[in-house]
């Protein structure tokens, strides 16, 4: 699939949940590979910040992204609502160091975006493959985050707060299409006991009881209730028992634990990544959630190109008969079995590696090893089939060679390696000629990448 933005702009407003400042937060489409930005528009130089993982500051009552002094807070309802609704590239303008609560969850945000509309964009869109199982773990509050491999995302949560009335709940989301009618419309929420240290921390001023649920389930005095809902600048309210005190009704009988969900989800897309597994959270909060979105950071990080999936029972996109179709390499030169994934600007090709190979007997007898020269003829061949993608009879067109640039060989292959040839452009073709990376991976390890320049030319 192909990367998104927003077809058009649009504004929200609305005040925010602890400066309780008047805050407009305008969400504008960007180019491919922007990625989430926050501008600060009220600070000198509009500072922009990227919404990334490793640019978490704080989580205590709410994400909140920083550079240097600029920071955005309470960033994630927008964040899961940009995410659920596909959306790969935007820029957002806000005049405050928060985003507006609104009404406590993200599903302003799902229809202001649903308003703009989805614009496709001339970019392949990058996915996080999960292929084992991660666990991050806070052993102090007991909270763990589970993925396990899947081909799409969904997520389960369970939430335990050992309260009488809120205590063992659990949400589900198996299909991320059913986000904005099962889990964008619930709301954030605070219990009582909370209030007032959060109010003697100087936050919550924007707060009300129609933009959080709030949760009676400590004995306190009328008087002392009273108090707080002068504080919070609310409605007084006599609570004779245990319950939520609202202006409305519950949206779910488990909106707490939806709301959990959606809180998972928003800190989730700080990874800047799409992401194909199952989440399985308990107790989750914005603490652990950031916690493993930096970890999957910190291996992307590692490793620019995440190795391709590959599923041998999956039908190719281009078998051995349609890669002799076109290409002109034969026995023993064509070095690119099938072709199992292509985009825009990249394609997968696969090589098995036989004993039978005839360079094996003399590299080396006693050690076989696939000379390296061969695996770039391999990246190669597989990059002279994205770019006869690109024009029209393929079939009528050769590719060459022209420079080859920073290659790296990390680690041999050798028989029954099978090989995964991952190749991109790094330029626009022009005038026939591409630019392109390769890299070779056994399994989820790069053993060879370098850079490359091909050039297509019609054959007389």
Same mark, same amino acid.
């Given at each position: 699939?192909?990367?998104?933005? $927003?077809?058009?702009?649009?504004?929200?407003?609305?005040?925010?949940?602890?400066?309780? #400042?008047?805050?407009?937060?305008?969400?504008?489409?960007?180019?491919?590979?922007?990625?989430?930005?926050?501008?600060?528009?009220?600070?000198?130089?509009?500072? /922009?910040?990227?919404?990334?993982?490793?640019?978490?500051?704080?989580?205590?009552?709410?994400?909140?992204?920083?550079?240097?002094?600029?920071?955005?807070?309470? !960033?994630?309802?927008?964040?899961?609502?940009?995410?659920?609704?596909?959306?790969?590239?935007?820029?957002?303008? &806000?005049?405050?160091?928060?985003?507006?609560?609104?009404?406590?969850?993200?599903?302003?945000?799902?229809?202001?975006?649903?308003?703009?509309?989805?614009?496709?964009?001339?970019?392949?869109?990058?996915?996080?493959?999960?292929?084992?199982?991660?666990?991050?773990?806070?052993?102090?509050?007991?909270?763990?985050?589970?993925?396990?491999?899947?081909?799409?995302?969904?997520?389960?949560?369970?939430?335990?707060?050992? @309260?009488?009335? $809120?205590? =063992?709940?659990?949400?589900?989301?198996?299909?991320?299409?059913?986000?904005?009618?099962?889990?964008?419309?619930?709301?954030?929420?605070?219990?009582?006991?909370?209030?007032?240290? #959060?109010? @003697?921390?100087?936050? !919550?001023?924007?707060?009300?009881?129609?933009?959080?649920?709030?949760?009676?389930?400590?004995?306190? @005095?009328?008087?002392?209730?009273?108090? $707080?809902?002068?504080?919070?600048?609310?409605?007084?309210?006599?609570?004779?028992?245990?319950?939520?005190?609202?202006?409305?009704? #519950?949206?779910?009988?488990?909106?707490?634990?939806?709301?959990?969900?959606?809180?998972?989800?928003?800190?989730?897309? #700080?990874?800047?990544?799409?992401?194909?597994?199952?989440?399985?959270?308990?107790?989750?909060?914005?603490?652990?959630?950031?916690?493993?979105?930096?970890?999957?950071?910190?291996?992307?990080?590692?490793?620019?190109?995440?190795?391709?999936?590959?599923?041998?029972?999956?039908?190719?996109?281009?078998?051995?008969?349609? !890669?002799?179709?076109?290409?002109?390499?034969?026995?023993?030169?064509?070095?690119?079995?099938?072709?199992?994934?292509?985009?825009?600007? =990249?394609? &997968?090709? /696969?090589?098995?590696?036989?004993?039978?190979?005839?360079?094996?007997?003399?590299?080396?007898?006693?050690?076989?090893?696939?000379?390296?020269?061969?695996?770039?003829?391999?990246?190669?061949?597989?990059?002279?089939?994205?770019?006869?993608?690109?024009?029209?009879?393929?079939?009528? =067109? @050769?590719?060459?060679?022209?420079?080859?640039?920073? &290659?790296?060989?990390?680690?041999? &292959?050798?028989?029954?390696?099978? $090989?995964?040839?991952?190749?991109?452009?790094?330029?626009?073709?022009?005038?026939?000629?591409?630019?392109?990376?390769? =890299?070779?991976?056994?399994?989820?390890?790069?053993?060879?990448?370098?850079?490359?320049?091909?050039?297509?030319?019609?054959?007389?």
């Amino acid at each position: 699939m192909n990367q998104t933005t $927003l077809n058009g702009e649009f504004t929200l407003s609305g005040k925010g949940l602890h400066t309780g #400042l008047e805050i407009t937060a305008r969400f504008l489409p960007a180019a491919a590979g922007t990625g989430y930005k926050f501008k600060r528009v009220d600070l000198e130089g509009e500072p /922009v910040i990227d919404a990334l993982a490793e640019n978490v500051a704080a989580t205590s009552r709410g994400t909140v992204i920083a550079k240097g002094e600029a920071r955005v807070s309470t !960033i994630e309802h927008a964040m899961a609502a940009l995410y659920a609704s596909g959306i790969d590239n935007v820029m957002i303008e &806000v005049n405050a160091p928060e985003m507006p609560i609104l009404d406590g969850s993200a599903l302003p945000y799902m229809e202001a975006i649903a308003g703009a509309g989805i614009a496709e964009l001339k970019a392949d869109r990058e996915y996080y493959h999960v292929r084992q199982r991660i666990e991050v773990r806070d052993e102090e509050t007991g909270s763990t985050i589970v993925v396990l491999p899947d081909d799409d995302f969904s997520v389960d949560v369970r939430i335990d707060f050992k @309260s009488p009335v $809120l205590n =063992y709940q659990f949400a589900t989301l198996d299909n991320i299409a059913d986000f904005a009618g099962e889990i964008a419309p619930s709301r954030t929420f605070v219990f009582v006991r909370e209030i007032e240290p #959060l109010v @003697s921390n100087n936050l !919550i001023k924007g707060g009300d009881l129609d933009n959080a649920l709030v949760i009676y389930d400590a004995p306190m @005095s009328q008087e002392k209730l009273d108090n $707080l809902a002068d504080l919070m600048g609310v409605t007084r309210k006599d609570v004779s028992e245990f319950g939520y005190i609202n202006n409305g009704e #519950l949206r779910w009988d488990n909106e707490a634990a939806r709301h959990k969900l959606l809180d998972l989800v928003g800190d989730l897309a #700080l990874i800047g990544r799409p992401i194909k597994g199952r989440v399985i959270a308990t107790r989750p909060g914005h603490s652990i959630n950031t916690s493993f979105s930096k970890k999957i950071r910190k291996e992307l990080k590692r490793q620019e190109v995440q190795a391709p999936v590959y599923n041998p029972n999956m039908e190719p996109l281009m078998d051995n008969n349609r !890669i002799r179709e076109l290409l002109p390499h034969r026995y023993p030169f064509q070095l690119v079995d099938k072709v199992i994934e292509k985009g825009t600007n =990249y394609i &997968v090709g /696969v090589k098995n590696i036989t004993a039978n190979e005839p360079f094996f007997p003399g590299h080396f007898p006693q050690e076989p090893v696939l000379p390296g020269v061969l695996q770039i003829e391999a990246m190669a061949q597989t990059g002279g089939l994205l770019v006869l993608s690109t024009v029209d009879e393929p079939e009528r =067109y @050769s590719t060459y060679f022209m420079k080859i640039d920073n &290659v790296k060989f990390r680690q041999k &292959v050798v028989p029954g390696d099978t $090989l995964l040839f991952h190749v991109s452009f790094m330029t626009e073709l022009r005038r026939g000629c591409a630019v392109m990376k390769g =890299y070779a991976f056994v399994g989820d390890k790069i053993v060879t990448e370098c850079e490359f320049m091909a050039q297509i030319i019609k054959n007389k």
